[in-house]
């Protein structure tokens, strides 16, 4: 071969990949340019937008890459985004946050600035509580900090920042003493008009691991407050253990002549218990439900409670667990409940049992009844529900268990009403 072909091809080979190498490093700079420039997921900012959306080229500002400085950076790129966004009117569906959950100060000052923007509405709040929550647990400390500057505190006008309720509850659950602390030392958040249901997540937090601290803490509530305070820590309660504990205080209070919130601590007390029976709570999740329902309910009659207690802790139940329980807590509302009360649970329950999709059970348990005005209101609220989920044979079937007559065939016509409709909307 000669020379020189074989020099002209080697030149054309140097060429092209010269070229390949080009391509390469500029397809890989548009994609590290759009990366940058983009601030919400899965759009690409509009044509001129990357330098103002963009932290920018941080390392030829003389900025490290992964710096705090470069965060923060990032974190008032994200800001301008948001606010941009919201004054548009726009949803805000996702934002690129980076590496920021590794930065409370880059999350406080998207927080900051949020709050200090005058913009309003649940798109603000619900973006300022997710952050705050995102803080919230890798770091305590600042987010405390942070709820306690940017709290307005104007008497009636007091304004929480969003969530706060379920972020110092979660902090109050991680960390007790922490909490405990920033409350003893803000004492004028106890005394705020619509600051109850912050302070009862804080002490049901604080409570969930340290009992004796929460009593503590009750000791400054006002009078008045104290009842939802005991309500809340009852109701935190994950077993019958905890439960025992609450009850035992409760009559240690008693004993020892301590009659100032002898009746706080026995409302609060009873009805907090009713509404953490099966772990259905208003809370975070900060307890499951631990125990069978028969085991609970054996608990129950061995604590001495007289028969206006019991009453109290079946009307403040909230329809929870397995649907294999619920035939349980039926039985048992239904004696344990006053006879004004009763149908009323009943009926929350077998709304409850119907979203659990078994009609078996209900079915079961409306046989064994006896009384004909409860097993109408059973069915009548599972039937209802069942039939709103266009579960029509399971609307069916609880239907069939009463006993024949007008209510019955009332109850089948209307769900064979309903199925033809549901059918022909299906064509």
């Known amino acids: 071969m000669p020379l020189s072909s074989f020099s002209a091809r080697f030149r054309m080979r140097i060429a092209v990949a010269i070229s390949a190498i080009l391509i390469i490093a500029a397809a890989g700079f548009a994609i590290w340019t759009h990366a940058a420039g983009s601030r919400k997921a899965g759009a690409s900012p509009p044509a001129g937008e990357n ?22 950076t990032h974190a ?14 726009e949803e805000i569906r996702h934002y690129d946050l980076g590496d920021l959950n590794e930065s409370p100060q880059g999350l406080a000052l998207i927080i900051r600035g949020l709050r200090n923007s005058g913009l309003e509405g649940e798109e603000v709040n619900a973006t300022v509580g997710y952050l705050l929550d995102l803080m919230s647990s890798p770091f305590p400390d600042q987010t405390l900090a942070l709820i306690e500057e940017l709290t307005v505190f104007k008497g009636a006008e007091s304004v929480f920042l969003p969530r706060s309720r379920w972020v110092l509850g979660g902090i109050a659950l991680n960390e007790p003493e922490k909490a405990a602390a920033w409350l003893i030392q803000h004492p004028d958040v106890l005394y705020l008009p619509g600051s109850s249901d912050v302070v009862e997540a804080l002490v049901a937090g604080v409570g969930k ?22 309500r809340a820590i009852a109701q935190a309660a994950a077993d019958d253990e905890g439960r025992a504990e609450i009850v035992a205080e409760w009559r240690r209070r008693i004993q020892s002549g301590d009659t100032g919130d002898v009746e706080a601590w026995r409302t609060g007390m009873l009805e907090g218990l009713g509404q953490g029976l099966t772990g259905s709570t208003t809370f975070r999740s900060f307890w499951r439900y631990s125990g069978q329902a028969g085991e609970t309910i054996a608990w129950l009659g061995e604590q001495g409670f007289t028969k206006e207690e019991l009453a109290v802790i079946a009307e403040s139940y909230r329809p929870g667990g397995s649907a294999s329980d619920l035939s349980h ?13 009763a149908p009323g649970k009943i009926a929350e329950l077998m709304t409850y049992w119907s979203d659990q999709k078994d009609f078996r059970g209900p079915e079961a348990w409306m046989a064994r009844q006896e009384d004909e005005a409860m097993k109408e209101t059973a069915a009548g609220a599972y039937v209802e529900e069942a039939v709103k989920n266009r579960n029509f044979e399971a609307a069916e079937q609880v239907a069939m268990a009463l006993p024949a007559g007008e209510i019955r065939e009332r109850w089948l016509d209307e769900i064979a009403e309903k199925k033809a409709g549901a059918e022909e909307e299906g064509h």
């Open 51 to 72: 330098e103002k959306a963009a932290p920018g080229n941080v390392e030829s500002r003389g900025i490290r890459p992964g710096s705090s400085e470069e965060r923060l």
């Open 76 to 89: 008032q790129a994200v800001l301008e985004t948001l606010l941009a966004q919201l004054r548009d009117g």
């Open 209 to 230: 691991k340290d009992r004796a601290r929460a009593w503590q803490l009750m000791a400054l509530l006002p009078l008045n407050d104290r009842t939802g305070a005991i």
């Open 329 to 341: 807590w039926a039985d048992w509302l239904e004696t344990a409940a006053t006879p004004d009360g």
